[in-house]
C-alpha cells in the first residue's frame, strides 16, 4: 500500500511538473506572438505614406519605439510624453503632462496586443498651441480610438470655448457619435458603435464645407464657413471644461490643409492595415 500511495505522489510530481512546462511554453508563445504584431506595427508605421503627404503638423502614434519615454514604456505605468512623429518638422509639438494625478496609462489594448494610451478620470496632455488648426485654416484630421462608455469624452481640442466658433474640438457626444464643434457649428458624424472598439475617424475643412468619415466611410457633410477659432488651451484626452476622455487613444495624424480623396483614403487604410480595422 505505502509503495503504491509512493508510486502515485510520484506521478502526480510528474503531472504537475508537465502542466508547468506546458503553461510557461504557452506564455512564452503568448508573448513571442505579441512582439511580432508590435514589429509588425512598427514596420507598417514606418512604411506609411504619413511622413509623404505635405503639410502635416502633428503624428502622434503609440507602437514606435520613441513615442515615449522608455522607462515609462510598460503596462500601467504613467506617461509624461507622448512625442511627435512628424518628420516634416524639426520642431516637434509633444504632448506633455507634468502632474500624475492627470497622467495617462501605458496600455495594452485587448483585441490588438498593440500599446495605447489609456486615459481615465482627469488624464490628458497638454500639446503646444497653434498645433490644432486654428483661426480658419483647412485641416484634416485621424483618430483610432475608443471609449469604455458612452460618454461626452475629448478626444482633441483648442480655443477659448467661450463664444461661436472660437474652438475647434473633437469629442464623443455620448451617444454613437464623433462630434467637430466649433462651438455653435457642430458636424456629427455617426457611427454603429463607438464603444469597446477601435474605430477610424476623419474629420476634413476645406474652407466650405466639413465632411467626416468613420473605418473609411463617408458619413456626412456640412457647409461651414469662417471659423475663428483661437490657437490656445491644446490638449489631448480633453476639450471643453470636464469633458475628459475615458477610453484609449492609438493614434492622431494632425494636417492643415484638406487631403483630397487619394490621400486621405491612403492613411485610412494604414490606419485599417496597422490597427486591424476593416476599411471600406
Given amino acids: 500500500m505505502n509503495k503504491k500511495s509512493a508510486f502515485s505522489l510520484i506521478e502526480l510530481s510528474i503531472v504537475i511538473l508537465i502542466i508547468g512546462i506546458l503553461v510557461a511554453g504557452v506564455t512564452q508563445s503568448s508573448r513571442l506572438i505579441n512582439q511580432m504584431r508590435l514589429m509588425s506595427a512598427r514596420s507598417i508605421t514606418l512604411s506609411s505614406p504619413v511622413p509623404t503627404i505635405k503639410n502635416l503638423i502633428a503624428w502622434y502614434e503609440?507602437?514606435?519605439?520613441?513615442?515615449?519615454?522608455?522607462?515609462?514604456?510598460?503596462?500601467?505605468?504613467?506617461?509624461s510624453n507622448w512625442y511627435d512623429n512628424n518628420i516634416q518638422s524639426s520642431i516637434k509639438l509633444n504632448g506633455f503632462q507634468t502632474t500624475d494625478l492627470n497622467?495617462?496609462?501605458?496600455?495594452?489594448?485587448?483585441?490588438?496586443?498593440?500599446?495605447?494610451?489609456?486615459?481615465?478620470?482627469?488624464?490628458?496632455?497638454?500639446?503646444?498651441?497653434?498645433?490644432?488648426?486654428?483661426?480658419?485654416?483647412?485641416?484634416?484630421?485621424?483618430?483610432?480610438?475608443?471609449?469604455?462608455?458612452?460618454?461626452?469624452?475629448?478626444?482633441?481640442?483648442?480655443?477659448?470655448?467661450?463664444?461661436?466658433?472660437?474652438?475647434?474640438?473633437?469629442?464623443?457626444?455620448?451617444?454613437t457619435s464623433m462630434v467637430n464643434y466649433w462651438w455653435g457649428n457642430d458636424l456629427y458624424v455617426t457611427n454603429s458603435s463607438t464603444v469597446r472598439k477601435n474605430t477610424i475617424h476623419t474629420f476634413l475643412y476645406d474652407l466650405a464645407k466639413r465632411e467626416g468619415y468613420s473605418d473609411g466611410v463617408f458619413r456626412t457633410s456640412l457647409p461651414a464657413t469662417n471659423r475663428i477659432s483661437t490657437s490656445i488651451s491644446n490638449t489631448i484626452g480633453k476639450t471643453f471644461n470636464t469633458e475628459f476622455m475615458n477610453g484609449t487613444i492609438g493614434e492622431i495624424i494632425i494636417f492643415d490643409r484638406a487631403l483630397n480623396s487619394e490621400e486621405r483614403k491612403s492613411i485610412e487604410l494604414y490606419l485599417g492595415k496597422k490597427w486591424s480595422i476593416k476599411v471600406s
Fill in 62 to 79: 503609440s507602437v514606435g519605439e520613441k513615442s515615449f519615454n522608455e522607462s515609462e514604456m510598460s503596462a500601467g505605468s504613467l506617461l
Fill in 103 to 175: 497622467k495617462p496609462q501605458y496600455f495594452i489594448d485587448e483585441t490588438t496586443a498593440l500599446p495605447v494610451v489609456k486615459f481615465t478620470d482627469q488624464d490628458f496632455f497638454n500639446i503646444p498651441d497653434g498645433t490644432v488648426p486654428f483661426n480658419n485654416m483647412p485641416y484634416t484630421i485621424f483618430f483610432v480610438s475608443q471609449t469604455y462608455s458612452l460618454c461626452a469624452c475629448g478626444l482633441l481640442g483648442s480655443g477659448t470655448y467661450n463664444s461661436n466658433f472660437t474652438a475647434n474640438a473633437f469629442r464623443y457626444d455620448g451617444s
